[in-house]
């Protein structure tokens, strides 16, 4: 995989499509202990509608290269690291896909720098009061040092414990080989947990509350994506949010639930060719 450098990271990343396309780029971001390979079918799917596609892998617990404390010590300074990425590589207009925490980070990015954002799209994710939402509030209080980040992660290398709802039971169907990779990097690293650590306070201590108050500003297009089966990121949630922003559309994922890109790829990759090819 290739890296790029920031100011206090270097973020690997995976690269899927045409050197050269007619349609804007596609970046992906994900959540707290996922990586890229959330999005690979999808990215994959839009590769060869023509789509160039952008997967980093964030410093959110499943990374393998830590980073100074400061770029983790807030959602904000984690958006401000997405952004990097964006400068870093010069890529423009681009269409911003976020899930979970990822959601998260893409609402305070189109607030705080709009200008290399051309539209969005969300799958089930954190908003307003729901950051995180329950049950992993209760999970990630727990989780406010390396220690006890090692042992709970620990405790998730077990198949029926990682399955269970304070794992990734509500989030996806079972994938046991994907997951078990997920939870690896905070346990073997303690660089990793402590960088997942200071994450988890500053996440503790934030809402989405007021980043909604402002995101009305945002007229250009945003696409939900939204699982209905989701018993975190709710039906009734993803619609408040589409209500914030004058020019969105809410598509449905009947059965689907957090990770609909593992869910219903198609679903996703579609919502995505539509608006990047309606540049």
């Not at 971001?29 to 890229?36: K, T």
């Not at 209760?138 to 220690?147: H, L, N, Q, S």
């Not at 994938?175 to 503790?204: F, H, K, M, Q």
């Amino acid at each position: 995989m290739p890296e790029i450098t920031v100011p206090g990271a270097t973020i690997r990343y995976s690269i899927v499509g045409p050197d050269e396309s007619p349609h804007p780029p596609v970046v992906f971001v994900h959540g707290i202990l996922v990586d890229h390979r959330l999005w690979t079918t999808v990215a994959e799917e839009l590769a060869r509608n023509g789509f160039r596609c952008y997967l980093p892998d964030l410093p959110l617990g499943s990374h393998v290269l830590p980073v100074d404390d400061h770029v983790v010590e807030s959602p904000d300074s984690v958006a401000e690291l997405v952004h990097a990425f964006l400068v870093g590589l010069d890529l423009d207009d681009v269409t911003l896909v976020g899930n979970d925490t990822g959601g998260g980070l893409c609402q305070l990015l189109v607030d705080a720098h709009p200008d290399r954002v051309g539209r969005v799209v969300f799958t089930n994710c954190d908003a307003f009061e729901k950051f995180p939402p329950f049950p992993f509030n209760a999970v990630f209080a727990t989780m406010r040092g390396p220690r006890s980040i090692k042992a709970l992660a620990g405790l998730m290398r077990v198949p029926a414990l990682r399955n269970s709802p304070l794992g990734y039971g509500l989030l996806l169907r079972r994938d046991d080989e994907l997951t078990a990779s997920w939870v690896r990097p905070c346990v073997d690293d303690p660089r990793i947990a402590r960088n997942l650590a200071t994450l988890l306070r500053g996440v503790g201590s934030t809402d989405l509350t007021d980043v909604a108050t402002r995101l009305h500003r945002f007229g250009k297009p945003v696409t939900l994506v939204w699982g209905q089966a989701d018993r975190c990121f709710t039906p009734e949630l993803g619609r408040r949010l589409a209500a914030l922003f004058p020019d969105a559309t809410l598509v449905e994922v009947p059965g689907a639930r957090t990770f609909v890109a593992l869910d219903a790829p198609h679903a996703v990759a579609d919502a995505i060719t539509r608006v990047g090819a309606a540049h």
